[in-house]
């Protein structure tokens, strides 16, 4: 049978599956290879190619190094490292299909998931258990070429691309606690960083604003928008706007790391499964269960807090482990 590819052998009559994934970032993608290696088959649901980091693979396609992921002491292009998750997850018999999710249904046993119309009466499959790493998206500026330079100048995570930025001038955008954190743990690289934000007040805790005040690297840009990305195949500038003045000018920086929030892909889930206020799904404590039996959820759709992709790995390992304890449990 063929592994990939549309849902075609899956009839809407067919018998439940044992794993359903929905997502195919580091967290999936590691749930599909575990599950697969328990001989539980599972079948990834590994969403469809679109210009925004809600795609197969999920963020790590946007990007180009890694050099924090264990195993790669010289590093490796994140659409590489992902191909390489989803190849490991097809040799032990994952079948991933290029669709999206279009609706869930986990009211009762085996679960219902669409991938077409959400609207036809019977699922496309039933699962006995539900994966769920939908992942979340950096929010973005919304400017052109935004999404080319990701990996080119432009970042949304310092943890991960302050290291390339040694001894530069770099711009980060927001005000927020975050925007607070990435711009003073870039000071440890970058000669300085000038936070761009589009009031004259931060949004960022007190703490973490006297924190960025007294970094001597760290300079504010107020009442200031991006309004353009410069530079061909790489950012070498900015064109930002005075929102009081008008007036427009030209910032010289060669790295910019957009920190104006997330949002988790939790839209389908809305109804089913319990979520923080921010939308990220709640699991247990030191658990991918979430309060749906047979439902879990690992990777950033539930993490707020580390985002990387070897803490998603961990967790999509956490949600196998956790399914198929609760297969064998399950009197069928
Ligand atoms: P946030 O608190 O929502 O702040 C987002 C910032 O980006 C705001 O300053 C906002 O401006 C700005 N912004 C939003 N959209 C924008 C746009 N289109 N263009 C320009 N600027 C835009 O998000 P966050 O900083 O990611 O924090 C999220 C949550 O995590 C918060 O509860 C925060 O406290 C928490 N957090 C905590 C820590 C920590 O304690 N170590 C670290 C990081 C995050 P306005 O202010 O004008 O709305």
Known sequence: MNKEGALTEMSRASQPVEVAIIGSGPAGLTAAIYAARANLEPV????????????????LMLTTDVENYPGFPEGVMGPELMQRFREQAIRFGAHIHTVKASRVDFSSQPYGIWTDDPDTPEPTLRAWTVIVSTGAQSLMLGLDREIELVGHGLSTCATCDGFFFRDQHIAVVGGGDSAMEESTFLTRFASKVTVIHRRD??????IMQQRAFENERIEFMWNTVVEEYLGDHALNGLRVRDTVTGE???LDVTGCFIAIGHSPNTDLFAGQLEMKDNGYLITEPNSTRTAVEGVFACGDVQDDYYRQAVTAAGTGCMAAIEAERYLESLSR
């Not at 990834?44 to 963020?59: I, M, N």
């Not at 007040?201 to 007190?206: E, I, T, V």
């Open 248 to 250: 427009t000018s030209t």
């Open 44 to 59: 990834v649901l590994e969403g469809e190619p679109s210009s925004t980091s809600d795609q197969p693979g999920g963020q």
């Open 201 to 206: 007040a931060l949004r960022a805790s007190k």
